[in-house]
């Protein structure tokens, strides 16, 4: 069974452009949550998506993000017009259901805004 | 904040000795888990532990919780240096939340000499 996998592990964007970020949860997960990391700090929780449904996303940004979990394929989350600000790690977490349940994180995506 | 803070920041001990850290948090909780990050990597889940379980073990590690105290504590015996990692504690919301983010703190560092 693997586990959850993350595309790219590291992506490079300047100024304004856009930067997708896929998940692919472990096989039998339907639930799907997106973390940032920056240096030095823990975790920051940004949405919480199950499939075609948005549960939570109090913690993304308004402007510039957004997520998708469609119902075939991996979840996406799009970050557009970035700015340096954005440069962190970007980590998927996946689980068996909503609460009460273990997170199974991905190796994450690093971007870095040049 | 719901957020854990996990204590000490840093801790670094001989192979062999045991490492307690310690996390604690604000609200009241469904579940409490620790993960582990070695450096640039993903988070690997080690242990869930539900609020009405107050000891839990897993190999060489061992959690407790004290929901009166709103504290955990994760033990490793007989310490590695593979053991070397950041360590931190996640906690759901209470009743009055969304189910599913997890509540991340700073982390522990922990380095074991050989």
């Known amino acids: 069974n693997a586990g959850v996998m993350q595309n790219p592990r590291h992506l490079v964007r300047r100024r304004g452009q856009e930067a997708r970020l896929r998940c692919s949860p472990m096989k039998g997960h339907s639930h799907v949550y997106w973390y940032r990391q920056l240096p030095e700090e823990g975790l920051k929780f940004m949405v919480y998506l199950q499939k075609e449904n948005i549960i939570d996303e109090s913690g993304m940004p308004k402007e510039r993000f957004s997520a998708e979990f469609p119902k075939e394929g991996p979840s996406i989350l799009r970050i557009q017009q970035v700015v340096r600000g954005d440069s962190a790690a970007y980590f998927c977490?996946?689980?068996?259901?909503?609460?009460?349940?273990?997170?199974?994180f991905g190796p994450g995506t690093r971007l870095t805004v040049t | 904040s719901q957020q854990g803070e996990e204590d000490p920041q840093a801790l670094s001990i001989q192979e062999g000795e045991n490492a307690t850290m310690n996390c604690s948090y604000k609200?009241?909780?469904?579940?409490l888990q620790w993960y582990r990050q070695n450096s640039g990597r993903g988070l690997v889940h080690l242990i869930l532990i539900r609020s009405n379980e107050r000891e839990k073990h897993s190999g060489r590690l061992r959690v407790t919780l004290d929901t009166s105290k709103k504290s955990s504590s994760l033990l490793i015996t007989a310490s590695r240096a593979a053991d070397t990692a950041s360590y931190f504690c996640?906690?759901?919301?209470?009743?009055?939340?969304?189910?599913?983010?997890?509540?991340f703190g700073r982390g522990t560092q922990l380095t074991v000499w050989p």
């Open positions: 996640a906690t759901d919301g209470d009743r009055g939340s969304t189910l599913g983010r997890l509540y």
């Open positions: 977490a996946s689980s068996t259901s909503r609460g009460r349940a273990e997170q199974y």
């Open positions: 609200t009241s909780i469904n579940n």
